[in-house]
Every structure is written in structure tokens, then in C-alpha cells.
Nanobody, 115 residues
Framework: QVQLVESGGGLVGSGGSLTLSCQAS????????MAWYRQAPGKERELVAD???????KYNPAVAGRFTISRDNARPTIFLPMDRLEPEDAAVYYC?????????WGQGTQVIVSS
């Protein structure tokens, strides 16, 4: 099974920026989709953004224009630069990879946004 390790979370003030990274145990070129999800306390896990093997992206409307998902298929890492963070963005952010026979999740990295 693919191992995914997120990093880059932390505490930031409202309007600030963070960049999350997700390092995979193998090159991302083999994954059909890579995605970021988030889960805030008391809420269901939701899709933040995903990116297909061919670079097609999809965003949660709540983050469109502020977050950018990217993948470099020659690397085992995907990124999520997040700008203009709002208190509503506070959550644990999870990386997910979907391959031919694999669907893996990372352990998550926490983002805290102070108002």
C-alpha cells in the first residue's frame, strides 16, 4: 500500500498563507487521482481539491481561487498552497492517492487559523 505523509500545517492568522505537502512512497505518475481532503471538528470529511493524472483539477467552491493543487509526476510529492486563509479553513488536512489497485490516505496535518 502507498504511504502518504503530509506536512506543512500549523497556526496562521486570518488572511495568511500556508503550503501543505504530501510525500508519497512512490512516484505520483502512477496515481489516477491525488487529492486533498479536510475534516473540521464535528464535521464530515470533505474534498478540498483533486488533480488527475493528466492535470485536470477540481476544487471545493469554498477554496476556489485561494488554494492551488499541483502534482509533479516526476516526484513523489504533491502540494497545496493555501492563500487568504479564513477561520473556516481550520481543519485536519488529509492527502489521498487513488491508483489502479490502491486507495490510500495520509495521517493528516492540522491547520489552525486564528481570527
Amino acid at each position: 500500500q502507498v504511504q502518504l505523509v503530509e506536512s506543512g500545517g500549523g497556526l496562521v492568522g486570518s488572511g495568511g498563507s500556508l503550503t501543505l505537502s504530501c510525500q508519497a512512497s512512490e512516484y505520483t505518475s502512477g496515481f489516477y487521482v491525488m487529492a486533498w481532503y479536510r475534516q473540521a471538528p464535528g464535521k464530515e470529511r470533505e474534498l478540498v481539491a483533486d488533480i488527475s493524472k493528466f492535470g485536470i483539477t477540481k476544487y471545493n467552491p469554498a477554496v476556489a481561487g485561494r488554494f492551488t493543487i499541483s502534482r509533479d509526476n516526476a516526484r513523489p510529492t504533491i502540494f497545496l498552497p493555501m492563500d487568504r486563509l479564513e477561520p473556516e479553513d481550520a481543519a485536519v488536512y488529509y492527502c489521498r492517492s487513488i491508483g489502479t489497485d490502491d486507495d490510500s490516505w495520509g495521517q493528516g496535518t492540522q491547520v489552525i487559523v486564528s481570527s
